[in-house]
């Protein structure tokens, strides 16, 4: 084989790993960041930036800004419940004497709510997942702390 051949051909293949690269790089997002995993900020790399302090999964839940409003007795009854049993479903407890008490709660569908509450000192953000029975008890299902703030 020629050497005008040899780097004909190396000449190609160096153009097409170039390209290669270059849409690797330009299509595959940061390598070096903070990723937002199951609810919880995980390090991709080597992020220059310290983790983020908002919360990881809210954004998930947002329905395209879509509120879902579920019937009153429902609303009345989650409320009611979450009210009387909040300190003993989160896994945070209170501090320095504080008390958990809701300040917002938001229904994404008719088993799912996005619950804020505080205690003075702390506040979160969590996902309730509940059920109804027959005799209208909220039956908990799964709790889940948001954010953290």
């Keep these: 084989m020629s050497p005008k051949k040899l780097f004909l051909i190396f000449l190609i293949l160096l153009v097409f790993a170039g390209g290669l690269l270059a849409i690797r790089f330009y299509f595959g997002g940061e390598e070096d960041e903070w990723r937002c ?9 080597r992020p220059a930036l ?19 409003e579920p019937a009153r007795a429902v ?21 320095l004497g504080g008390k958990f008490y809701l300040t917002n709660l938001e229904f994404r569908d008719n ?13 979160f953000m969590a996902m309730f997942r509940f059920s109804l029975n027959e005799t209208e008890d909220v039956i908990p299902l799964d709790f889940q702390i948001l954010n953290k703030n």
């Design 50 to 68: 310290p983790m983020p302090n908002d919360g990881c999964g809210a954004e998930k839940l947002d329905n395209k800004n879509e509120k879902f």
């Design 75 to 95: 609303v009345s009854l989650v409320r009611d419940y979450l009210d009387q049993n909040i300190s003993q479903l989160s896994p945070e407890k209170e501090v």
């Design 111 to 123: 088993e799912t709510a996005i619950v804020s509450y505080e205690d003075g000192h702390n506040a």
């Design 37 to 45: 995993e199951n609810g919880q900020w995980v390090m991709h790399g």
